[in-house]
């Protein structure tokens, strides 16, 4: 093999594992131009590599590899299928935005995916041989969307030939753009939004192109081997499956690591966890079959990077060090108190004088002094301590707000530091909802007519602030979040323990403590003025007595101003929020040192 190839090469191998990594998926072939793979993996094909000197080849496969990463990680054909338009040029449009949607959450989080997919677009654009208004159409449509969601730079030569198309694509566009910008995480809405508002352009495009292309497909199977449907029908089976795992509510992927991408910037990719942890435990009712949701398709589980950008966080963590200043002092001794108990407990012990084992050199002095004397061996004890895993569970409702959210925040923030010293895993979620009234799961209710007895009837927004498995520094920018105007609304408080044990279960942790901080009984007006009174309240109780009975779970929790040991076994009340960071220290201090099956 020559420089030439191995450069080829080399290059290939960059690509397919900068795809791998960016997807987070390993189960893939990467193939270029024609090359046959025979793999039961998924194929992703890119465009042929034959010419070194000719950059535009290179730039179109690197632009063509994210982009594709990107449609693996962040599009779900289900529910792109869901809100298709019909006709042959909307399906074209259609299909444009949704490229354009996940290839803006990839911009964001990479900046190397950005530039190789504006400079591809850049060099793609200028080269364009547009011969119909169809073509025009396309093309202008795309400029339009990656100018106002990709801040790309405007080409004053391509916009003449755009022109008579832009005046109305900004006249249906312009009053939501921000809201498809605001929305490219969630696609179920995004789709929805796109595909209304081509249907808002008025495209001479009918239903008749739409019909002849499922006539065409139907020929075409019956063109097909029996194998060849086959194989189509178990690929649709998979997209299925994976789309289950997507709207079944799954946390976030947790771990992160970091590697190189080609330009040599740092790509997060975030860990290959199992697709049962993925999964919230569904199969469980928690002791309350009775509960439901009216509709879950507009809940969220969010990371609170995902919420604000880096300098928002910033200002909002400086906040909560300027608070943290006030209690620095009370909070750092007991948090001193805890790690001295914690440790001591991991402190290594010996027994000495054996007869067999690691050779005590420490007595060798007595056989200088009488080698009759026997040599002296020693045994480290085994340590009791277990392997644990806190997670400490907050309310972000609005009745939270001031100066409890703030010392909640402080104490988790100081637990966490306090606990990874002594080798405790610790993780930090927090629950809300996105709207004050119902939010989209009310409004698809009243829709639908005003079913009686609905079920929870709001947005749910669950919040990881900090994972298990991310360092304390790294995470800390993000617990600032909490005094963010507008940020804590109601609390369910029954699917956010349900939330919060599911992950804890598939941990591999010996020991796991579920700490809950609330201030008040699960409120929700929208659900409580649609079911009866009890509703959410009868729900946490049996979920929290389901955990307490069955799960090997500890459960605790702090009501601030409020009894909770009506819900929770494990339970204290504080009736001042400074009390706070000290019942929880205690608390855990007594839960590690003294393994307590009650709290006093």
């Not at 201030?519 to 929290?544: C, I, M, Q, R, Y």
């Amino acid at each position: 093999m020559d420089k030439k190839e191995d450069i080829i090469e080399n290059f290939k191998t960059a690509i397919s594992s900068t795809l791998k990594s960016i997807s987070n998926s390993d189960d893939l072939e990467v193939s270029f131009g024609n090359e046959n793979i025979n793999s039961d993996k998924k194929v992703i094909r890119l465009p042929r590599l034959e010419n070194l000197n000719n950059k535009d080849d290179f730039l179109k496969t690197r632009a063509y590899a994210d982009t594709e990463a990107l449609k693996i990680r962040y599009s779900s054909k289900i529910t792109y299928k869901k809100h298709e338009p019909i006709g042959k040029i909307s399906k074209k449009l259609y299909e444009i935005a949704e490229k354009i949607r996940y290839e803006k959450i990839g911009s964001d989080k990479f900046k190397g995916i950005k530039n190789n997919i504006n400079n591809y677009y850049t060099q793609r654009v200028n080269n364009l041989d547009l011969n119909t208004s169809e073509d025009k159409l396309i093309e202008a449509f795309e400029y339009y969307l990656r100018q106002n969601l990709l801040d790309f730079k405007r080409e004053k030569n391509l916009e003449k030939n755009f022109k008579e198309f832009q005046k109305n694509i900004d006249k249906k566009f312009k009053s939501k753009i921000k809201t498809l910008g605001d929305n490219v995480i969630d696609q179920f809405k995004f789709n929805s939004l796109v595909s209304n508002l081509i249907l808002d352009l008025d495209l001479e495009d009918t239903a008749e192109n739409d019909r002849n292309e499922k006539h065409d497909d139907k020929s075409n199977n019956k063109n097909k081997s029996p194998a060849e449907n086959e194989t189509q029908s178990e690929t649709s089976k998979n997209d299925e499956n994976q789309e289950m795992s997507i709207d079944s509510g799954m946390p976030e992927l947790e771990q992160i690591t970091e590697q190189s991408d080609i330009d040599g910037e740092e790509v997060e990719v975030e860990d290959n966890t199992s697709s049962n942890e993925k999964k919230l435990d569904s199969t469980r009712d928690y002791g309350d079959k009775k509960y439901k949701a009216y509709t879950v398709e507009f809940d969220e589980i969010i990371k609170a990077e995902d919420l604000e950008n880096d300098e928002e966080l910033k200002r909002l963590r400086d906040n909560l060090d300027q608070q943290l200043l006030q209690l620095q002092n009370f909070i750092s001794k007991l948090a001193n108190k805890l790690q001295r108990k914690l440790l001591a407990k991991q402190n290594r012990s010996w027994v000495f004088d054996l007869e067999e084992g690691m050779l005590d050199t420490s007595r060798l002095s007595r056989i200088i002094i009488d080698p009759l004397n026997s040599l002296s061996f020693k045994k480290e004890k085994d340590i009791e301590f277990k392997d644990t895993l806190v997670t400490i569970l907050i309310d972000n409702s609005g009745s939270m707000r001031g100066k409890p959210i703030s010392v909640a925040a402080i104490c988790a923030d100081i637990l966490s530091k306090t606990l990874e010293r002594c080798l405790v895993k610790v993780e930090i979620l927090g629950f809300t909802t996105k709207h004050w009234k119902g939010g989209s799961s009310r409004e698809k209710w009243m829709k639908n007519n005003k079913p009686v007895f609905p079920g929870r009837l709001n947005d749910l927004r669950h919040i990881i602030y900090k994972s298990a498995d991310t360092p304390w520094r790294q995470a800390k920018k993000n617990m600032g979040l909490m005094l963010k105007e507008g940020l804590l609304k109601e609390n369910i408080d029954g699917e956010a323990l349900k939330w919060a044990h599911s992950k804890m279960l598939f941990r591999k942790e010996e020991r796991k403590i579920l700490m809950v901080i609330s201030d008040g009984a699960p409120v929700d007006d929208s659900t409580l003025s649609t079911n009866s009174s009890d509703f959410l309240e009868s729900n946490l109780k049996k979920v929290v007595k389901s955990i307490e009975d069955k799960s090997n779970i500890e459960l605790l929790a702090i009501g601030i101003g409020h009894d909770v040991t009506r819900y929770y076994n494990r339970a204290i009340k504080i009736s001042d929020v400074q009390d706070l960071g000290d019942a929880m220290i205690n608390q855990l201090t007594d839960l590690f040192v003294e393994n307590k099956k009650t709290l006093h």
